[in-house]
């Protein structure tokens, strides 16, 4: 999977993530990769985070998470992450993204 090169498919991309099943779906696709690229999951994480701020949904707890996990994925370019995803696959299982279920209550 390849992250758009030019501003124009950016934008696009960052229009297209405002959909929370699209956000959901690249995430997902991503760490189902079989030879990840560390710093794919980290671009795709901040383009879902910018699509979110741009319709004024992420709460400032999700702003604070992201920067930490942001420099984590910095430092190591989510290595832990990918070792999970090997983990659960070598036990039979596979991580989901998927949206959460709203209160209605």
């Known amino acids: ?34 030879e990840p690229e560390p710093e794919l999951l ?20 999700a702003k604070q998470q992201w920067e930490k996990l942001d420099k984590m994925l910095s430092e190591t370019g989510g290595s832990e992450i990918y070792t999970l995803v090997e983990l659960l696959e070598a036990l039979g299982f596979r991580l989901a993204v998927t949206l959460k279920e709203e209160n209605t209550a």
């Open 42 to 61: 980290r671009n795709a994480l901040k383009k879902v985070v910018e699509a979110r701020l741009r319709i004024d949904s992420l709460s400032e707890s």
């Open 1 to 34: 999977m390849k992250m758009p090169a030019s501003e124009g498919e950016r934008e696009f991309l960052i229009e297209y993530l405002k959909e929370p099943e699209h956000a959901a779906d690249l995430l997902e696709a991503i760490l189902e990769e079989k």
